[in-house]
């Protein structure tokens, strides 16, 4: 998704708890709470989507590397470069 998509999305408020020193931190340097929350959260979304979709597919990697490893690539005969 891209960031001008993100932006038009709907928002929804929430509560946060946050250390007392990090919000006055925050707020004194003007930071954007929202924003970095949801770019982070975002971020965080991302990578652990990868990382179960790699979990999830181990095996199959795994399988397909051992077979890459034994056999070469398909087609690698047909390689010009």
């Given at each position: ?80 470069f």
């Amino acid at each position: 998704m891209t960031e001008t998509a993100a932006s038009a999305q709907r928002k929804r408020a929430t509560n946060l708890s946050l250390s007392e020193d990090v919000l006055q931190a925050a707020r004194e340097l003007d930071i954007n709470l929202s924003q970095v929350c949801e770019q982070h959260l975002r971020e965080l979304v991302r990578s652990e989507r990868a990382r179960r979709w790699r979990a999830e597919h181990a095996d199959f990697i795994a399988a397909y590397n051992a077979t890459v490893e034994q056999d070469g690539l398909p087609l690698e005969r047909w390689k010009t470069f």
